[in-house]
């Protein structure tokens, strides 16, 4: 449920029945978008369909969702009422590096990102706006995505790919190179405006990734702490950061 409060309405991702229900806070229906069918149609609210989306996150008159299951990202325009999808191919990604391509000696950054449109993605779950940015929980590798909101680029934005619990510098020079954050099925997201902060599930865990690139991965709460064993260590253990235990933790 995404609530907001500017204009009292609820946006709730209805996932089984394949559909967004929007309503007032006090349970007025206004809206519903999809037809309830199962697919990746674009269209009008009537028309569109969608396959047990998850999150969805609104900037203006747009509510950008993931649509789960269909591994893709679509928008819908709440004044025209149309769906559109901005990224995604309808089949599931298993290469978290787009455009990758070996490091030439005279290029010091790698560059990991894409076009949206035509990039095949893996479990979108989360979404966040922030600035001129839509930040993605890519739960499928492990990953926070970075799509800006003109639709130009979009790629890993912080996560080497290894499924763990590791804090540190945001994106590797190198896929899945060690020494870097790693995430464990991020499935949440919510922000103070200077962090972003992730509900990683599979680490049952709650990490804070910063806005600012010259700024680290952090654990809130979660055993990055720990030697190993850091995704086999969970529980329901309230106390200080270092012996409280979360497990699964899906929203935050």
Do not use: C
Not at 37 to 46: C, E, H, I, M, T
Not at 59 to 83: G, P, Q
Not at 103 to 116: A, S, V, W
């Amino acid at each position: 449920v995404l609530a907001d409060e500017a204009s009292k309405r609820l946006f709730i991702t209805d996932s089984n029945h394949n559909r967004i229900v929007i309503s007032t806070t006090d349970g007025k229906l206004l809206d519903i978008i999809g037809s309830g069918q199962l697919g990746r149609k674009d269209g009008s609210f009537a028309e569109a369909s969608f396959d047990h989306p998850q999150g969805v996150a609104l900037h203006e008159d747009t509510l950008y969702i993931a649509d789960t299951e269909n591994h893709m990202l679509r928008k819908a325009n709440l004044k025209t009422r149309r769906v559109t999808t901005i990224s995604g191919t309808g089949e599931q990604s298993r290469n978290p590096w787009p455009n990758y391509r070996p490091l030439k000696p005279q290029n010091k950054r790698r560059n990991f990102l894409g076009k949206p449109k035509g990039m095949a993605l893996n479990s979108p779950w989360a979404l966040w706006v922030h600035g001129k940015n839509l930040f993605i929980a890519m739960a499928g590798p492990h990953q926070i995505w970075r799509m800006t909101l003109n639709e130009r680029v979009i790629g890993p934005y912080a996560g080497n790919g290894r499924e763990d619990i590791v804090d540190g510098k945001l994106l590797p020079g190198e896929p899945y190179e060690a020494g870097y954050s790693s995430f464990a099925q991020p499935s949440g997201l919510a922000s103070d405006g200077k962090w972003l902060y992730v509900a990683d599930s599979e680490g049952s865990s709650i990490r804070a990734v910063p806005f600012d690139p010259k700024q680290q991965v952090k654990t809130v709460v979660g055993t990055a702490h720990l030697f190993s064993g850091r995704l086999f260590h969970f529980g329901d253990r309230d106390g200080p950061k270092n012996r409280a235990l979360l497990q699964h933790a899906l929203g935050v």
